[in-house]
């Protein structure tokens, strides 16, 4: 039986090598490298990684910003108003 991807039934090559031919090495890639050299790996694939977003415009970057502070000042006002209510009830239940 096969699919999209391939059989299913049978192992893929790399699964059929026989054990003695595999490598022993511990750590794979990060064993060859040493402490420079993996922080060089590691700064590569944040490159690598951030060239794969996609950015939003200037116009969607003042509206997404706008959004967010609109909501904070709400929030804002609602805290306040919850903070006075329970400032004047603890007030009148406590002298």
Known sequence: MTDAVGS?????????????????????KRGKKGPLGRLAL????????LRKVVWPTRNQLTTYTTVVIAFVVVMIGLVTV????????????FG
């Open 42 to 49: 590691f700064y590569r694939q944040i490159v690598a990684e």
């Open 8 to 28: 299913i039934d049978k192992p893929d090559a790399e699964d059929e090598a026989p054990e003695s031919k595999k490598k022993t090495r511990k750590g794979g």
């Open 82 to 93: 919850i903070d006075l209510g329970f400032a004047r009830v603890v007030k009148s239940v």
